[in-house]
């Protein structure tokens, strides 16, 4: 299971990193969106979610009160927060992309298609 989730970060980072390269400002966000789709899932990893050791989320009587016991969950608020900012971020790169577009006349990040040379 660690092998797949590993790939998955590394695939889905390797191509957000790709993607943030390319000339056009849409795939420019689609890379941010997928590396940031890959750090959510590098945070549950590294708290481990719980998939090994299946500890339970919610307090118990008779059970000590420490993490020894319990899923730890700080990663969980920490991800959660980050889907809310990545969304966020989105929409307001996809607001300025349109508004680019209509200033510029076309999606490229220089603001020069690079199929014509420029003067």
Known sequence: MEIVLSLTIGVLTGCGVWLMLRPRTFQLILGLTLLSYAV?????????????????????????????????????????????????????LLVVLLALRGIAGNDHVDGAPTDEPAA
């Open 40 to 92: 959510n899932l590098f945070i549950f990893a590294m708290g481990r979610l719980g998939l090994v050791e299946a500890k339970a989320p919610v307090l118990r009587p008779g059970v000590p009160l420490d993490l020894l016991h319990f899923a730890d969950p700080l990663p969980q608020a920490l991800v959660l927060t980050a889907i809310v900012i990545g969304f966020a971020m989105t929409a307001l």
